[in-house]
């Protein structure tokens, strides 16, 4: 199964494996019509719709573009303080 992300404001779509989103969200009761994140472009979640469809097969012969995790990447987030 295919989980499509899109904006509806900036019109940019992406396509997920649906058991790859389920490995990178932590929360296991995350409502599959609400998008775990913002569009990257835009930067925001208002315009985001989330839907779900099975890909035929002549779609998965000419080649389907899918975005698959690769790696987590955990970062150090700094703040100044005074002393």
Excluded at 2 to 16: D, E, W
Excluded at 37 to 66: D, I, Q
């Amino acid at each position: 199964m295919i989980i499509v992300m899109r904006c509806n404001h900036c019109r940019r779509q992406v396509n997920y494996w649906a058991s790859d989103l389920a490995q990178v969200i932590e929360d296991p009761f995350h409502e599959a019509h609400i998008p775990p994140w913002g569009c990257a472009k835009c930067r925001t979640s208002e315009y985001m719709v989330m839907r779900w469809r099975v890909p035929s097969a002549l779609e998965l012969s000419k080649g389907l573009t899918v975005r698959r995790p690769v790696r987590k990447v955990t970062k150090w987030i700094w703040k100044d303080e005074r002393i």
